[in-house]
């Protein structure tokens, strides 16, 4: 990482969590590391890592036993290959509630693929008798950590190889970020809508269904005590984050932004944003060329359009939006 840009933004790094091997560390069960140079180069400038093994953390040597995922008369369970008696699902599941306090000051999490402790999504299960199984599951660790924090921004190093996957998960933790900084902080029920009013755009790209329904839980915001507001308001937004609104999501928000500047915009601007849109919607342009334009339109616009986190969601320094 660059140090002088390291050095500036010391104060704002934000705390993710990340499985070691993803940072070069020798931890594997075969001595090896997975590194990741995308999560090691260029997020750790914006990200500032708590890593965890929890292979090692629950007391295994380096190099070890490889274990796997079971489909036992006991539900699914993380059984060393060459001794299956060996259990490490107790350990394991244990090993994440025990960190359960110092996961809550994490504002995102990154986990190794496919592996039976760490694995996030979609790992390979076995039959006890060494076949491989349809069924997928989730490492146990990883997996009781998002039980116990569902609406943390959660990925697989391997998916973020995804363009849009890397630029949702990142959107994510800087949004969490943010809105668990207001949370903490006691806010009245003005600064959780003032809040939400500055993520409508992005939430719309993502989710029609979210927006709308946060729209009604806010209409009703007197009805709720703050602390109940902000915790159904953060589950629906951060559920509404993990969709993929696609082009489509990305083009219904960006004709809203269009039309709340319609009254400040020549006819020639207006056509301008339009063709580019269109650009964007059929695939000829990637999502930076509307809202750079939009951006530009901004000085024209309120400041509710103004700070609209669609415009920049994280840094440019990223490209993210070049690439969707
Ligand atoms: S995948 Fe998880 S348990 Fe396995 S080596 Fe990496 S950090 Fe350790």
Known sequence: MNEEKKSQTAQSLIPVGISRCLLGEEVRYNGGHKLSKFCRDQLSSWFEYVDT????EIGLPIPREAMRLV???KGIRVLEIKDPSKDYTEALTQLAEGKEASIDKLRGFIFMQNSPSCGAFRVKTYHPNGNSENTLGKGA???RVLELFPNLPVEEAGRLTDAALRENFVTRVFL???WRHLKDSNPSRDQIIKFHSNQKYLLMAKSQRHYKLAGKLLARAGNYSVPILASRYEMILMDGMKRLGGRKGNTNALQHMQGYLKKVL????KADLTNLIESYRLGEVPLIAPLTLLRHYSRKA???????RI???HPKELGLYNSI
């Open 53 to 56: 093994c929890p292979e090692v």
């Open 71 to 73: 489909n036992t008369e």
């Open 141 to 143: 660790f990883a997996q």
């Open 176 to 178: 969490y970020q943010e």
């Open 266 to 269: 020549s006819s020639e601007e």
């Open 302 to 308: 309120s400041g509710y359009y103004q700070s609209q």
């Open 311 to 313: 415009l920049e969601p």
